[in-house]
């Protein structure tokens, strides 16, 4: 009989303390939500942190439900891997929201892990297809895709991107991606598309006089083949009426190289121009650029 009471009163003492302390948790959590809605991390964080620990000394943290919100004060603390650790422990729990991954790709960011960043992101679009940031994820996921060079998947995910973000970076992005695939009608696209936004765009300047020298050169070598095949009077005629077409080619590539080098004098576009002032017959140019071009 005495056991039975003993028992009973454990209970009652239980059911009290239990009780009490979820009384104290709630206020905490209570004035937890008020200091991070007033973005005041500091206090937030560490009332958060009370509530965690009462979950870890009843061994319940997987029914903790302020991991998210702790691990995202955190990080606006500055706290990159304690807030690392929380955001983790959410997505263990039923309570993980997308800021939840949106935060743990962040931390992922700062700590400059690529693959993670993208696996975390890339569950955001599993979990949440219509979630609040939605359109933020599918930027910065594309971003990530460019920076690890996933080309195909860059593609596939572009459709997804709002017009209204289009900016140059991100344009410039999608032209890295198609000259990474070969696909040159884009990037002749692209190209013009950049230059009408900001006629001193590099990539697309480059594209454009890559093209040009190229047509020129391979309009040159052309022509020069048929003539060596058939030295004829006519093919000379001939040869004569295209190098005035080349020419204009070649003006139009060195005038796009010389906007690059006066940019930034790069050796390369000396080397380009060095080329081209040989094929215009301006030996003391060519010598120019040829030493700048440090060849």
Not at 95 to 107: D, H, I, K, N
């Amino acid at each position: 009989m005495l056991s039975k009471r003993i028992l009973l009163f454990a209970v009652i003492i239980g059911f009290a303390y239990s009780c009490t302390t979820g009384t104290k948790v709630s206020t905490v959590r209570q004035n937890a939500d008020q200091a991070y809605e007033a973005k005041d991390y500091v206090n937030a964080l560490a009332a958060y942190e009370q509530i965690i620990a009462s979950y870890k000394l009843e061994q319940k943290t997987d029914e903790c439900p302020v991991y998210g919100r702790a691990g995202l004060a955190a990080l606006n603390t500055g706290d990159v891997p304690k807030a690392t650790d929380y955001l983790k422990m959410d997505t263990y729990t039923p309570f993980a929201t997308g800021e939840t991954y949106r935060g743990l790709a962040e931390c992922y960011r700062k700590n400059d892990n690529l693959s993670k960043e993208i696996l975390t992101l890339q569950k955001y679009l599993e979990l949440f297809p219509e979630g609040e940031d939605l359109q933020d994820v599918n930027i910065r996921l594309f971003e990530t895709y460019v920076e690890s060079e996933n080309w195909e998947l860059a593609q596939e995910l572009w459709p997804d991107l709002p017009d209204s973000e289009m900016n140059e970076d991100i344009l410039v992005k999608w032209f890295t991606v198609n000259l990474a695939l070969d696909n040159d009608g884009k990037c002749n696209v692209l190209s013009i598309r950049l230059l009408k936004s900001n006629p001193n765009n590099i990539p697309a300047l480059e594209w454009q006089a890559g093209q040009a020298f190229r047509k020129a050169e391979n309009h040159y070598q052309t022509e020069m083949d048929a003539y060596e095949k058939s030295k004829t009077n006519k093919q000379y005629k001939r040869l004569l009426e295209e190098l005035k077409v080349v020419t204009t080619e070649f003006q139009e590539a060195k005038r796009q190289y010389e906007k690059l080098y006066s940019l930034d004098p790069k050796p390369v576009y000396a080397q380009y121009l060095s080329n081209i002032y040989v094929r215009l017959n301006d030996q003391k140019k060519a010598d120019y650029y040829r030493e700048k071009a440090g060849m």
